[in-house]
Protein backbone atom coordinates (compact mmCIF):
# COMPACT_ATOMS: atom_id res chain seq x y z
CA UNK A 1 0.00 0.00 0.00
CA UNK A 2 0.93 3.78 -0.88
CA UNK A 3 1.41 6.51 1.55
CA UNK A 4 0.01 8.76 -1.24
CA UNK A 5 -1.97 8.03 -4.56
CA UNK A 6 -2.17 11.04 -6.61
CA UNK A 7 -4.75 11.13 -9.56
CA UNK A 8 -2.84 13.61 -12.30
CA UNK A 9 0.36 14.80 -13.02
CA UNK A 10 -0.08 18.53 -13.32
CA UNK A 11 1.21 21.71 -11.67
CA UNK A 12 -0.85 20.47 -8.24
CA UNK A 13 -0.06 16.71 -9.00
CA UNK A 14 3.36 16.31 -9.65
CA UNK A 15 4.34 18.90 -6.93
CA UNK A 16 2.35 17.19 -4.34
CA UNK A 17 4.06 14.02 -5.28
CA UNK A 18 7.68 15.52 -5.12
CA UNK A 19 6.95 17.27 -1.19
CA UNK A 20 5.15 14.18 -0.62
CA UNK A 21 8.37 12.06 -1.74
CA UNK A 22 10.76 14.41 0.11
CA UNK A 23 8.89 13.65 3.03
CA UNK A 24 9.79 10.20 2.77
CA UNK A 25 6.13 8.90 1.66
CA UNK A 26 5.98 6.04 -0.87
CA UNK A 27 4.14 7.78 -4.09
CA UNK A 28 1.96 6.42 -6.65
CA UNK A 29 1.21 9.41 -9.58
CA UNK A 30 -1.28 8.09 -12.11
CA UNK A 31 -1.62 10.18 -15.20
CA UNK A 32 -3.65 9.46 -18.54
CA UNK A 33 -2.47 12.23 -20.91
CA UNK A 34 0.48 14.91 -20.32
CA UNK A 35 2.97 14.70 -17.68
CA UNK A 36 2.84 18.36 -16.29
CA UNK A 37 -0.51 18.82 -17.21
CA UNK A 38 -2.39 21.03 -19.66
CA UNK A 39 -0.59 23.96 -18.33
CA UNK A 40 2.99 22.95 -19.86
CA UNK A 41 2.10 21.23 -22.07
CA UNK A 42 -0.86 22.91 -24.17
CA UNK A 43 -1.28 25.50 -21.60
CA UNK A 44 0.73 28.26 -19.89
CA UNK A 45 4.14 27.61 -20.88
CA UNK A 46 3.78 27.08 -24.96
CA UNK A 47 1.56 30.20 -24.82
CA UNK A 48 4.03 32.45 -23.15
CA UNK A 49 6.33 30.78 -25.47
CA UNK A 50 4.60 31.75 -28.44
CA UNK A 51 3.68 35.22 -27.08
CA UNK A 52 7.32 35.95 -26.37
CA UNK A 53 8.09 35.33 -29.83
CA UNK A 54 5.64 37.75 -31.02
CA UNK A 55 6.53 40.02 -28.71
CA UNK A 56 10.27 39.87 -30.13
CA UNK A 57 8.90 40.47 -33.26
CA UNK A 58 6.87 43.16 -32.26
CA UNK A 59 10.42 44.67 -30.65
CA UNK A 60 11.93 44.42 -33.58
CA UNK A 61 9.25 46.13 -36.14
CA UNK A 62 8.02 48.63 -33.62
CA UNK A 63 11.76 50.22 -31.96
CA UNK A 64 12.33 53.00 -34.38
CA UNK A 65 11.68 55.39 -31.34
CA UNK A 66 14.31 53.59 -29.39
CA UNK A 67 17.00 54.83 -32.60
CA UNK A 68 16.50 50.82 -34.03
CA UNK A 69 15.47 50.30 -37.28
CA UNK A 70 14.82 46.87 -39.45
CA UNK A 71 14.20 46.55 -42.91
CA UNK A 72 13.38 42.92 -43.06
CA UNK A 73 11.90 41.45 -39.73
CA UNK A 74 9.40 38.39 -40.62
CA UNK A 75 7.82 36.39 -38.24
CA UNK A 76 8.37 32.00 -38.72
CA UNK A 77 5.66 29.87 -37.34
CA UNK A 78 7.05 26.55 -38.02
CA UNK A 79 10.25 27.94 -36.08
CA UNK A 80 8.82 28.96 -33.40
CA UNK A 81 6.58 26.04 -33.06
CA UNK A 82 10.09 24.29 -32.79
CA UNK A 83 10.85 26.56 -30.09
CA UNK A 84 7.67 25.95 -27.67
CA UNK A 85 7.98 21.84 -28.38
CA UNK A 86 12.08 22.48 -26.80
CA UNK A 87 11.11 24.44 -24.16
CA UNK A 88 7.63 22.03 -23.13
CA UNK A 89 10.11 18.78 -23.96
CA UNK A 90 12.47 19.90 -22.06
CA UNK A 91 10.29 20.83 -19.30
CA UNK A 92 8.49 17.72 -19.41
CA UNK A 93 11.98 15.45 -18.79
CA UNK A 94 12.80 17.96 -15.89
CA UNK A 95 9.53 16.66 -14.13
CA UNK A 96 9.90 13.35 -15.17
CA UNK A 97 13.54 13.33 -13.56
CA UNK A 98 12.05 15.13 -10.44
CA UNK A 99 9.46 11.97 -9.88
CA UNK A 100 12.55 9.66 -9.83
CA UNK A 101 14.69 11.56 -7.53
CA UNK A 102 12.16 11.34 -4.71
CA UNK A 103 11.39 7.73 -5.69
CA UNK A 104 7.69 8.44 -6.82
CA UNK A 105 6.14 5.61 -8.90
CA UNK A 106 4.70 7.30 -11.97
CA UNK A 107 2.10 4.94 -13.84
CA UNK A 108 0.23 5.81 -16.99
CA UNK A 109 -3.75 5.57 -17.85
CA UNK A 110 -7.13 6.51 -16.73
CA UNK A 111 -7.79 5.69 -12.85
CA UNK A 112 -11.17 5.13 -11.15
CA UNK A 113 -12.04 5.45 -7.54
CA UNK A 114 -13.11 2.58 -5.83
CA UNK A 115 -12.78 2.72 -2.55
CA UNK A 116 -11.30 5.22 -0.35
CA UNK A 117 -8.20 3.27 -0.71
CA UNK A 118 -8.51 2.12 -3.64
CA UNK A 119 -7.79 2.98 -7.50
CA UNK A 120 -8.40 1.04 -10.98
CA UNK A 121 -6.03 1.56 -13.58
CA UNK A 122 -6.51 -0.58 -16.44
CA UNK A 123 -6.40 -4.01 -14.72
CA UNK A 124 -4.58 -3.40 -12.09
CA UNK A 125 -5.80 -2.16 -8.49
CA UNK A 126 -3.80 0.21 -6.38
CA UNK A 127 -3.98 0.85 -2.76
CA UNK A 128 -3.47 4.23 -0.81
CA UNK A 129 -4.03 5.46 2.61
CA UNK A 130 -4.42 8.75 1.08
CA UNK A 131 -6.07 10.07 -2.28
CA UNK A 132 -5.08 13.09 -4.19
CA UNK A 133 -6.78 14.11 -6.79
CA UNK A 134 -5.76 16.70 -9.63
CA UNK A 135 -7.34 16.12 -12.54
CA UNK A 136 -7.14 19.84 -13.69
CA UNK A 137 -9.74 21.38 -16.07
CA UNK A 138 -11.13 21.28 -19.88
CA UNK A 139 -12.29 23.97 -21.86
CA UNK A 140 -16.09 24.77 -21.83
CA UNK A 141 -17.87 24.31 -24.68
CA UNK A 142 -21.22 26.35 -24.68
CA UNK A 143 -24.23 25.08 -26.57
CA UNK A 144 -24.14 27.25 -29.44
CA UNK A 145 -25.26 26.15 -32.20
CA UNK A 146 -23.00 25.34 -35.18
CA UNK A 147 -20.07 25.25 -32.57
CA UNK A 148 -18.48 21.85 -34.66
CA UNK A 149 -17.57 23.97 -37.22
CA UNK A 150 -14.54 22.59 -38.36
CA UNK A 151 -13.15 26.67 -38.29
CA UNK A 152 -13.84 26.36 -34.91
CA UNK A 153 -11.00 25.37 -32.36
CA UNK A 154 -10.23 25.41 -28.76
CA UNK A 155 -6.80 26.62 -27.26
CA UNK A 156 -5.11 23.50 -27.71
CA UNK A 157 -6.39 23.25 -31.29
CA UNK A 158 -4.46 27.20 -31.83
CA UNK A 159 -1.55 26.04 -30.25
CA UNK A 160 -0.45 23.67 -32.85
CA UNK A 161 -1.47 25.50 -35.66
CA UNK A 162 0.86 24.75 -38.57
CA UNK A 163 -0.30 28.21 -40.38
CA UNK A 164 -1.44 31.68 -39.48
CA UNK A 165 -5.15 32.65 -40.21
CA UNK A 166 -5.42 35.56 -42.22
CA UNK A 167 -8.32 36.94 -39.14
CA UNK A 168 -8.97 35.37 -35.78
CA UNK A 169 -12.34 36.01 -33.82
CA UNK A 170 -12.10 35.09 -30.06
CA UNK A 171 -15.25 34.34 -28.45
CA UNK A 172 -14.80 35.23 -24.47
CA UNK A 173 -12.79 37.91 -23.23
CA UNK A 174 -11.13 36.39 -20.33
CA UNK A 175 -7.69 35.66 -19.69
CA UNK A 176 -6.84 32.76 -22.21
CA UNK A 177 -8.83 34.41 -24.96
CA UNK A 178 -6.72 38.20 -24.30
CA UNK A 179 -3.38 36.05 -24.36
CA UNK A 180 -4.44 34.79 -27.85
CA UNK A 181 -5.80 38.55 -29.20
CA UNK A 182 -2.18 39.91 -28.09
CA UNK A 183 -0.46 36.98 -29.72
CA UNK A 184 -2.56 37.21 -32.87
CA UNK A 185 -2.70 40.68 -33.10
CA UNK A 186 1.08 41.29 -32.49
CA UNK A 187 1.87 39.74 -35.71
CA UNK A 188 -0.75 41.85 -37.77
CA UNK A 189 -3.36 39.49 -38.38
CA UNK A 190 -7.28 40.84 -37.66
CA UNK A 191 -8.59 39.81 -34.54
CA UNK A 192 -12.03 40.11 -33.10
CA UNK A 193 -12.74 39.65 -29.58
CA UNK A 194 -16.56 38.87 -28.63
CA UNK A 195 -17.71 39.38 -25.24
CA UNK A 196 -20.94 39.12 -23.90
CA UNK A 197 -20.24 41.28 -20.41
CA UNK A 198 -20.02 44.59 -20.33
CA UNK A 199 -16.01 44.73 -20.04
CA UNK A 200 -13.50 42.49 -20.67
CA UNK A 201 -11.63 40.25 -17.06
CA UNK A 202 -14.66 40.86 -14.79
CA UNK A 203 -12.11 40.51 -11.72
CA UNK A 204 -9.49 43.28 -12.74
CA UNK A 205 -10.04 46.86 -11.94
CA UNK A 206 -12.20 48.58 -14.14
CA UNK A 207 -9.76 51.34 -15.05
CA UNK A 208 -7.64 48.62 -16.05
CA UNK A 209 -9.66 46.60 -17.77
CA UNK A 210 -10.61 49.93 -19.70
CA UNK A 211 -7.13 51.30 -20.00
CA UNK A 212 -5.97 47.52 -21.29
CA UNK A 213 -8.46 47.33 -24.78
CA UNK A 214 -7.01 50.89 -25.23
CA UNK A 215 -3.62 49.62 -25.15
CA UNK A 216 -4.83 46.19 -27.48
CA UNK A 217 -5.20 49.00 -30.31
CA UNK A 218 -4.99 46.30 -32.86
CA UNK A 219 -7.69 44.45 -31.51
CA UNK A 220 -11.24 44.94 -31.97
CA UNK A 221 -13.52 44.29 -29.57
CA UNK A 222 -17.27 43.67 -29.19
CA UNK A 223 -18.92 44.06 -25.80
CA UNK A 224 -21.93 43.43 -24.33
CA UNK A 225 -22.68 40.49 -27.34
CA UNK A 226 -24.17 37.15 -26.81
CA UNK A 227 -23.45 34.86 -29.70
CA UNK A 228 -26.31 33.14 -31.09
CA UNK A 229 -24.89 30.65 -33.66
CA UNK A 230 -21.95 30.09 -35.76
CA UNK A 231 -22.60 29.18 -39.49
CA UNK A 232 -18.69 28.15 -40.37
CA UNK A 233 -16.81 31.06 -40.58
CA UNK A 234 -19.81 32.91 -40.00
CA UNK A 235 -20.12 34.30 -36.19
CA UNK A 236 -24.01 35.53 -35.50
CA UNK A 237 -24.21 37.41 -32.04
CA UNK A 238 -27.24 40.18 -30.99
CA UNK A 239 -25.76 43.38 -29.32
CA UNK A 240 -28.02 45.90 -27.90
CA UNK A 241 -31.06 43.96 -29.35
CA UNK A 242 -29.58 43.57 -32.65
CA UNK A 243 -27.88 40.62 -34.69
CA UNK A 244 -24.83 41.51 -35.88
CA UNK A 245 -22.22 39.22 -37.74
CA UNK A 246 -18.48 39.13 -38.84
CA UNK A 247 -16.35 36.35 -40.38
CA UNK A 248 -13.08 34.85 -39.31
CA UNK A 249 -10.62 32.39 -41.03
CA UNK A 250 -10.84 30.66 -37.59
CA UNK A 251 -12.83 30.89 -34.21
CA UNK A 252 -11.66 30.42 -31.02
CA UNK A 253 -13.77 29.22 -28.00
CA UNK A 254 -12.45 30.76 -24.97
CA UNK A 255 -15.46 30.85 -22.52
CA UNK A 256 -14.07 29.11 -18.99
CA UNK A 257 -13.33 25.75 -18.25
CA UNK A 258 -14.93 22.73 -16.77
CA UNK A 259 -13.42 20.80 -13.67
CA UNK A 260 -12.58 17.06 -14.70
CA UNK A 261 -14.69 15.18 -12.75
CA UNK A 262 -16.47 13.04 -15.46
CA UNK A 263 -15.92 8.64 -14.71
CA UNK A 264 -12.99 8.88 -11.58
CA UNK A 265 -16.10 7.99 -9.40
CA UNK A 266 -16.27 10.54 -7.34
CA UNK A 267 -20.24 10.50 -7.24
CA UNK A 268 -20.16 6.42 -6.88
CA UNK A 269 -18.26 6.95 -3.50
CA UNK A 270 -20.18 10.15 -2.63
CA UNK A 271 -17.68 12.75 -2.81
CA UNK A 272 -19.02 16.22 -2.52
CA UNK A 273 -19.79 18.69 -5.46
CA UNK A 274 -21.12 21.53 -6.63
CA UNK A 275 -21.26 22.79 -10.99
CA UNK A 276 -17.72 24.29 -10.02
CA UNK A 277 -16.12 21.62 -9.26
CA UNK A 278 -15.18 19.21 -5.70
CA UNK A 279 -15.85 20.61 -2.75
CA UNK A 280 -13.11 20.64 0.26
CA UNK A 281 -12.48 22.22 3.69
CA UNK A 282 -8.98 24.18 4.00
CA UNK A 283 -6.96 21.59 4.59
CA UNK A 284 -7.82 20.27 0.61
CA UNK A 285 -9.84 17.32 2.28
CA UNK A 286 -13.47 16.38 0.76
CA UNK A 287 -16.07 14.75 2.79
CA UNK A 288 -14.32 11.52 2.38
CA UNK A 289 -11.66 11.21 4.88
CA UNK A 290 -8.27 10.73 3.49
CA UNK A 291 -9.03 11.55 -0.11
CA UNK A 292 -8.02 15.20 -1.45
CA UNK A 293 -8.60 17.31 -4.06
CA UNK A 294 -6.48 20.47 -5.63
CA UNK A 295 -6.41 22.69 -7.90
CA UNK A 296 -8.60 24.00 -11.07
CA UNK A 297 -10.81 20.30 -9.87
CA UNK A 298 -11.71 22.03 -7.28
CA UNK A 299 -13.11 25.80 -9.24
CA UNK A 300 -11.37 27.86 -5.96
CA UNK A 301 -8.56 29.27 -7.99
CA UNK A 302 -7.98 28.21 -11.78
CA UNK A 303 -3.91 29.02 -11.82
CA UNK A 304 -1.31 26.67 -12.05
CA UNK A 305 0.42 28.03 -8.42
CA UNK A 306 -3.01 28.00 -6.82
CA UNK A 307 -2.47 24.45 -8.05
CA UNK A 308 0.96 24.14 -6.71
CA UNK A 309 0.11 25.72 -3.27
CA UNK A 310 -2.99 23.85 -2.72
CA UNK A 311 -0.48 20.55 -3.27
CA UNK A 312 1.76 21.57 -0.34
CA UNK A 313 -1.62 22.09 1.92
CA UNK A 314 -2.71 18.72 0.86
CA UNK A 315 0.77 17.03 2.23
CA UNK A 316 1.28 18.58 5.01
CA UNK A 317 -2.50 17.55 5.84
CA UNK A 318 -1.98 14.15 5.52
CA UNK A 319 1.72 14.29 7.12
CA UNK A 320 -0.12 15.86 10.04
CA UNK A 321 1.21 19.39 9.51
CA UNK A 322 -0.98 22.40 9.89
CA UNK A 323 -0.63 24.48 7.14
CA UNK A 324 -3.77 26.81 5.27
CA UNK A 325 -3.62 28.68 1.97
CA UNK A 326 -4.40 32.52 1.63
CA UNK A 327 -6.31 32.53 -1.27
CA UNK A 328 -5.97 36.76 -1.03
CA UNK A 329 -2.53 36.37 -1.25
CA UNK A 330 -2.74 34.37 -4.85
CA UNK A 331 -1.54 36.62 -7.22
CA UNK A 332 -2.66 36.74 -11.29
CA UNK A 333 -1.30 37.87 -14.41
CA UNK A 334 -1.84 38.15 -17.87
CA UNK A 335 0.80 37.93 -20.68
CA UNK A 336 -0.52 40.30 -23.17
CA UNK A 337 1.72 43.69 -24.30
CA UNK A 338 1.14 45.29 -22.17
CA UNK A 339 0.79 43.07 -19.61
CA UNK A 340 -1.41 42.79 -16.62
CA UNK A 341 -1.15 40.99 -13.40
CA UNK A 342 -2.50 42.06 -9.50
CA UNK A 343 -2.71 40.03 -6.27
CA UNK A 344 -5.18 40.59 -3.63
CA UNK A 345 -8.70 42.72 -3.27
CA UNK A 346 -9.98 45.38 -6.15
CA UNK A 347 -11.62 48.54 -4.42
CA UNK A 348 -15.09 47.20 -4.65
CA UNK A 349 -14.21 43.64 -4.05
CA UNK A 350 -12.61 45.52 -0.24
CA UNK A 351 -15.68 47.42 0.42
CA UNK A 352 -18.32 44.72 -0.09
CA UNK A 353 -16.23 43.26 2.48
CA UNK A 354 -17.02 46.08 5.27
CA UNK A 355 -13.49 47.61 4.38
CA UNK A 356 -12.92 51.64 4.82
CA UNK A 357 -10.50 52.01 1.51
CA UNK A 358 -7.85 54.33 0.58
CA UNK A 359 -6.59 53.72 -2.61
CA UNK A 360 -4.20 55.41 -5.08
CA UNK A 361 -3.62 55.21 -8.73
CA UNK A 362 -0.27 56.27 -10.15
CA UNK A 363 0.94 55.87 -14.04
CA UNK A 364 3.60 53.47 -14.78
CA UNK A 365 6.11 56.11 -16.70
CA UNK A 366 6.68 57.68 -13.30
CA UNK A 367 9.13 55.48 -12.70
CA UNK A 368 12.16 56.77 -15.00
CA UNK A 369 13.19 53.07 -16.25
CA UNK A 370 9.69 52.21 -17.67
CA UNK A 371 9.46 55.27 -19.34
CA UNK A 372 13.09 54.83 -20.63
CA UNK A 373 12.50 51.40 -21.93
CA UNK A 374 8.70 51.62 -22.64
CA UNK A 375 8.01 54.79 -23.84
CA UNK A 376 4.30 55.75 -24.22
CA UNK A 377 2.85 52.59 -23.83
CA UNK A 378 -0.33 52.66 -21.13
CA UNK A 379 0.85 51.39 -17.44
CA UNK A 380 -0.78 52.01 -14.22
CA UNK A 381 -0.23 50.71 -10.64
CA UNK A 382 -2.87 50.99 -7.96
CA UNK A 383 -2.58 50.44 -4.55
CA UNK A 384 -5.74 49.64 -2.73
CA UNK A 385 -5.29 49.90 1.21
CA UNK A 386 -7.58 49.89 5.08
CA UNK A 387 -8.32 53.06 5.94
CA UNK A 388 -7.95 51.94 9.60
CA UNK A 389 -5.21 49.86 10.08
CA UNK A 390 -2.83 50.83 6.39
CA UNK A 391 -2.89 47.46 5.83
CA UNK A 392 -2.34 46.92 2.21
CA UNK A 393 -5.35 44.97 0.38
CA UNK A 394 -4.23 44.78 -2.71
CA UNK A 395 -1.67 45.93 -5.56
CA UNK A 396 -3.05 46.08 -9.14
CA UNK A 397 -0.03 46.38 -12.21
CA UNK A 398 -0.94 46.89 -16.22
CA UNK A 399 1.85 47.20 -18.32
CA UNK A 400 4.69 45.26 -18.65
CA UNK A 401 7.12 43.63 -16.42
CA UNK A 402 3.89 43.58 -14.08
CA UNK A 403 4.03 39.58 -14.06
CA UNK A 404 7.68 39.55 -12.60
CA UNK A 405 6.64 42.13 -9.89
CA UNK A 406 3.53 40.95 -8.75
CA UNK A 407 5.24 38.06 -6.25
CA UNK A 408 5.97 40.95 -4.20
CA UNK A 409 2.55 42.38 -3.86
CA UNK A 410 1.61 38.65 -3.10
CA UNK A 411 4.58 38.79 -0.08
CA UNK A 412 3.17 41.96 1.21
CA UNK A 413 -0.44 40.69 1.08
CA UNK A 414 0.50 37.35 2.68
CA UNK A 415 2.66 38.78 5.68
CA UNK A 416 0.23 41.61 6.35
CA UNK A 417 2.16 44.39 5.61
CA UNK A 418 0.98 48.21 5.69
CA UNK A 419 1.62 51.10 3.95
CA UNK A 420 4.15 52.41 6.65
CA UNK A 421 6.08 49.18 5.95
CA UNK A 422 6.58 50.08 2.45
CA UNK A 423 7.03 53.93 3.22
CA UNK A 424 10.59 52.60 4.67
CA UNK A 425 11.49 50.20 2.67
CA UNK A 426 14.10 51.12 -0.03
CA UNK A 427 13.49 50.15 -3.57
CA UNK A 428 16.15 49.90 -6.20
CA UNK A 429 16.85 53.36 -8.49
CA UNK A 430 15.91 52.96 -11.80
CA UNK A 431 13.31 50.60 -11.44
CA UNK A 432 9.90 50.19 -12.52
CA UNK A 433 9.11 48.36 -9.32
CA UNK A 434 9.02 52.14 -7.73
CA UNK A 435 6.19 52.52 -8.68
CA UNK A 436 4.68 50.88 -6.20
CA UNK A 437 6.13 52.63 -3.34
CA UNK A 438 5.68 56.15 -5.12
CA UNK A 439 1.99 54.89 -5.20
CA UNK A 440 1.91 53.80 -1.58
CA UNK A 441 3.57 57.52 -0.67
CA UNK A 442 0.10 58.89 -2.82
CA UNK A 443 -1.94 57.15 -0.22
CA UNK A 444 0.09 58.45 2.63
CA UNK A 445 0.09 62.21 1.95
CA UNK A 446 -4.12 61.41 1.17
CA UNK A 447 -4.13 60.34 4.57
CA UNK A 448 -2.28 63.32 6.08
CA UNK A 449 -4.57 65.87 4.46
CA UNK A 450 -7.46 64.60 5.63
CA UNK A 451 -6.40 64.41 9.23
CA UNK A 452 -5.69 60.61 9.89
Known sequence: MYDVIIIGAGPGGYVAAERAGAKGKTVLLIEKEYIGGVCLNVGCI???????????????????????????????LSEAQDWKKKVVDTNVKGIVSLMKKYGVEVVRGEAFITDKHSVLVGDTTYSGENIIIATGSSSFIPPIPGIDSKYVVTSTELLAIEELPSSLTVIGGGVIGLEFASFFSMLGIEVHVV????????????????????????????????VESIDGKKINYVRKGKMESLESDLVLI???????VSGLGCEELGIKMKRTGLIVNDRMETNIP????????????????????????????????????????????????????SCGLTEEAAR????????????MRISARYYAEYGTMPGLCKVVADKTSDRILGIHLLGSPSSEMIYGAALMIQNGMTLENLKTTIF????????????????????EKEGH
Not at 57 to 73: D, L, P, Q, R
Not at 197 to 216: G, Q
Open 46 to 76: PTKTLLNSAKHYNYAVASGMFGIHTKEAEFN
Open 195 to 226: EMLDEIVPFMEPDFAKTMRRALKKVKFHLSSK
Open 254 to 260: SVGRKPN
Open 290 to 341: GIYAIGDVIGKSLFAHSASRMAEVAVNALCGIEDRINYDAVPWAIYTYPEVA
Open 352 to 363: ERGYEVVSATSL
Open 428 to 447: PHPSVSEVIRETVLSICEKK
